[in-house]
């Protein structure tokens, strides 16, 4: 199995999660006086990875004191169940919003599927296993976690999603963003920058909760964003206005087509692969233009889903 293991600061290494193809989401693996923190969790397909990893650091299933998916969209957190399984001593460690989706998953594989068909959905992401409530930890906003000597603080995050937290790493003085800080392919970046973009994906996009969250991210002056989606970056006032920028500009397009409901999603799609197309253009990234078109067709499918959900809740505010 290949399996490319990255050492990046103060005992984090990250691995590839294999998530739908190779270099679009990732696990981090802290190491701290030998136990060990997973940090996402990829699919009940990345458990293999995981498993690999461990090993190839010289460490077991056993060395697991927490599991901690950022939030409960499966290419984050449908692993969780598997890995519980296997590491006996791990507890895991959730947003209160996503504790009982994780302890009774059915209502959340019946809405994933239902989103994506039953055979996407389990050439995806698999199955989920439940966790049992007592080796669930639910982490509110401020939680602190002592980690063997090493200080993490929850940020309740929303924006992308209600059940989402950010993980401040006091040691490494980096913030684990899960999709609240963007997402930024190693595939497109130029050799002086990342291209980053907001992830819009269903059902609980909210522009200024995640400005808001962002903000919250930034305030703390971090030195290092640990992105799912993918790796480590610096947050440089460039990186954070081109994610600002791009969640001000899929605002507006998704605004656009306010009133017209009949084939919006659609419409938004085609709107957000030529902004952002547009955008990269301009940073002169890696990947050739067909190249990024054909990464980012996933994401601008998802984000214009997202932004049709969260027209029609603007819709049923008026209304209301
Ligand atoms: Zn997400």
Redesign the pocket.
């Known amino acids: 199995m290949k399996n490319t293991i990255t050492h990046l600061t103060d005992g984090i290494t990250v691995i590839d999660a294999h998530y739908a193809d190779q270099g679009i989401a990732c696990i981090y693996i802290v190491v701290q006086a030998s136990k060990v923190m997973l940090i996402e969790t990829g699919t009940s397909y990345s458990v293999a990875y995981v498993l690999a990893a461990l090993d190839e650091l010289k460490l077991t299933p056993d060395d697991v004191d927490y599991v901690i998916p950022t939030?409960i969209?499966l290419?984050?957190a449908a692993g969780a169940g598997h890995l519980l399984d296997l590491c006996l001593q791990a507890q895991l460690v959730i947003h209160p919003r996503g504790a009982t989706h994780m302890i009774n998953p059915e209502k959340l594989e019946a809405g994933t599927m239902a989103v994506y068909g039953e055979e996407k959905y389990r050439k995806l992401y698999g199955a989920l296993k439940p966790i049992e409530e007592q080796r669930v930890i639910i982490a509110e906003d401020e939680f602190e976690l002592d980690f063997n000597g090493r200080q993490l603080r929850f940020l309740d995050t929303p924006g992308?999603?209600l059940h989402h937290f950010c993980i401040y790493d006091l040691l490494s003085h980096g913030i684990f963003t899960?999709?609240t800080f963007g997402v930024a392919y190693k595939q497109l970046a130029s050799s002086n920058s990342e291209f980053i973009f907001a992830?819009t994906?269903p059902v609980h996009f909210d522009p200024d909760a995640l400005l808001e969250s962002i903000d919250k991210i930034i305030s703390l002056q971090p030195k290092y964003i640990y992105l799912t989606h993918f790796g480590m970056i610096k947050p440089t006032k460039k990186i954070v206005s081109q994610l600002i920028q791009s969640i001000k500009a899929f605002v507006a397009i998704a605004k656009e087509e306010k009133y017209s409901i009949q084939g919006r999603v659609k419409r938004i799609e085609k709107k957000l692969m030529l902004y952002l197309l547009e955008q990269y253009h301009k940073t002169q990234g890696h990947a050739s233009l067909a190249e990024a078109k054909k990464l980012l067709q996933m994401d601008c499918h998802l984000n214009a889903q997202g932004l049709d959900i969260w027209l029609k809740r603007l819709a049923k505010k008026r209304e209301a």
């Open positions: 939030h969209h290419d984050h992308h999603a899960g999709d992830s994906t």
